[in-house]
């Protein structure tokens, strides 16, 4: 991993910008362009986001790789036994509790419209597709976001994760301890008007990446950060560097 102080602190200066913005363009510093991932078709990312919660995403890959292979196409998820889903899901956490929604949620999207089909989506507002999801057994605000945000979809909504969300109250964005929702509607508004959906993408890995290597739970490697000076928490959390 490349020197994250030296490569998060090139030349950054407040000046007028707004902090969400600062710390996009330090990000975007250290870890580059996030724009080349390849986005799955909302159905796709339905289920992928249902499953994915509370686990690595390697290991969600690859449960979500052998339902595709095992289900074809995705609408059998809706007519299958939950004990024939929880067979594909070996590597997620919780693989009862998700092989059940995904075979309810499914159904009821498939008797709804016909077949496995989320297109309708697209029509709605980002409120009301946030607000339809989530009434599916197993879609929270997260998954809701990344169904509208990562799929083909593209629409302009944030997806807050644990990581973002952690990193949203220790960089004084959000409020100790807001609930998911909150924490969506509130990273939403600090977003600058003029970013598009695929800007808010790249924000979320980025924020991600940063989470996952420096900005962790447990042990935050603080004074490696290049954003401490932005940081209203970091000085107040444990060294984590062992003595040399």
Known sequence: MPAIREQIQLGLDFGRE????????RLLAAYGRQRDFRRHNPPEQFVKALI???TYDRDSEKDFQALCEHFHPLDRLGQSDPREVLQQLANVTHPEKK???LVTSVGRIVAQQGRFDLSHLAALSVEAGMELLQRYDGIGP???AAVLNFSTLRRRVFVVDRH???FGERFGL???NASFTKAHQIMLR???ASWDA???YELHWLIKRFGQEVCTSQRPLCQRCGMADLCRHGSTLPSTIPKR
């Open 18 to 25: 707004e902090p969400i913005a600062v710390l996009r363009q």
């Open 52 to 54: 994915s919660s509370e």
């Open 99 to 101: 092989a059940s929604q």
């Open 142 to 144: 997260k998954c809701a």
């Open 164 to 166: 973002i969300k952690r």
């Open 174 to 176: 959000l409020p100790q």
């Open 190 to 192: 600090l977003m600058p």
């Open 198 to 200: 695929d800007d808010l």
